[in-house]
């Protein structure tokens, strides 16, 4: 995508090609504005996290690289947004640092990729994420909240899903192609279901 972003971010080059366009992540604000506070596991240079906070009270970022925690506050100020947001530096599989965390929605975005010199091939197995998004799922359920959301792959197919639990999957299509899945998981889903969502430079 030519212009993923209407600003001049910091993000180094991995962090760029892996971050949430804003138009997906101006999407998913919206469609989870109802809620108040969020926090966003795997965080990056911030780009989910602001644009949540443009809807929302109150935000957490958690990410393990300090250098991305640096930026991701950059960028929040550059948005406008960093009084809402607060970016905490550690491993999302810390339940020390998940307890503490206050915030009505999860947003997970582990890293699809299988291998770090081809970053275009995602994995298919729910379980190769990095981290694990399974294990992070059950302790975001245990200390934060039931209502998460996973960004995922394409690669993934409702039937590989539902080994997390019940969701409804929006396929997130722009250019003409699907680009990457949001899954959604809450106690009073009790059936799979999914649709195209398609976003395109007049929808922003
Ligand atoms: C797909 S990117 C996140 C993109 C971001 N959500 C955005 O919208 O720009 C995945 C991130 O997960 C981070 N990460 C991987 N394992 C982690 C862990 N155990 N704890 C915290 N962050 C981790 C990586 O450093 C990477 O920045």
Redesign the pocket.
């Known amino acids: 995508m030519e212009n993923k972003f209407s600003k001049e971010i910091r993000a180094d080059e991995d ?1 760029f090609y ?3 366009p804003e138009i997906s ?1 101006k999407y998913l604000a919206s469609k989870l504005s109802n809620y108040k506070s969020a926090v ?1 596991l ?7 996290c602001i644009c949540l906070a443009e809807k929302m009270d109150k935000v957490y970022g ?4 300090a250098k ?1 925690i640096d930026d991701a506050n950059y960028n929040a100020k550059l948005y406008g947004v960093e009084k809402r947001v607060e970016f905490i530096n550690g ?3 810390d339940e020390d640092i998940l307890k503490n965390i206050n915030a009505e929605v999860a947003v997970l ?3 699809w990729s299988v291998d770090k010199n081809r970053p275009q091939d995602h994995a298919f197995n729910l379980s190769d994420t ?2 694990n998004v399974v294990e992070l799922f059950n302790k975001v359920r245990d200390n934060i909240t039931h209502n998460i959301v996973i960004r995922v792959s394409k690669n993934f197919s409702l039937e590989t899903l539902k080994i997390v639990g019940m969701c409804h999957v929006d396929n997130i299509i722009y250019e003409g192609r699907i680009r990457f899945k949001y899954a959604y998981f809450r106690d009073d889903i009790k059936e799979m279901s999914e649709e195209d969502i398609i976003l395109d430079r007049e929808n922003e």
């Open positions: 962090a892996m971050s949430n992540a966003e795997c965080s990056a240079v911030g780009m989910t958690v990410e393990l690289d991305r491993n999302v599989l975005d582990p890293d990095k981290p």
